[in-house]
Nanobody, 123 residues
Framework: QAQLVESGGGLVQAGGSLRLSCAAS????????MAWFRQAPGKEREFVAA????????YYADFVKGRFTISRDNAKNTFYLQMNSLKPEDTAAYYC????????????????WGQGTQVTVSS
């Protein structure tokens, strides 16, 4: 059974860093688009970043450009979100997602989801 499991969330002060990991199992994800989304309380889930399996190209939401970096290690079936210069408004549950299709910012196109990991940034 295909499964994505996030880790690495926690409490950090503004300006700090966290590295989220998403470990995939149950199938090979090396040919999938991998993405991160987040959802703050009372808000819609929003796109954060994505990485293409074919080109390695990366895509970011404007609000994280220059601060967050998405990467993948196909040999480990794991991908990552390095988050630097964190702000209180980055506080949210972060979800990893995967899909065999092309890169998209639309959450409804992703077939596989993790359970989420909480990131809290204090001011």
């Amino acid at each position: 059974q295909a499964q994505l499991v996030e880790s690495g969330g926690g409490l950090v002060q503004a300006g700090g860093s966290l590295r989220l990991s998403c470990a995939a199992s149950g199938r090979t994800f090396s040919r999938d688009t991998m993405a991160w989304f987040r959802q703050a309380p009372g808000k819609e889930r929003e796109f954060v970043a994505a990485i293409s399996w074919s080109t390695g190209s990366t895509y970011y939401a404007d609000f994280v450009k220059g601060r967050f970096t998405i990467s993948r290690d196909n040999a480990k079936n794991t991908f990552y979100l390095q988050m630097n210069s964190l702000k209180p408004e980055d506080t949210a549950a972060y979800y990893c997602a995967a899909d065999p299709g092309v890169v998209t910012r639309n959450q409804y196109t992703y077939a596989y989801w993790g359970q989420g990991t909480q990131v809290t940034v204090s001011s």
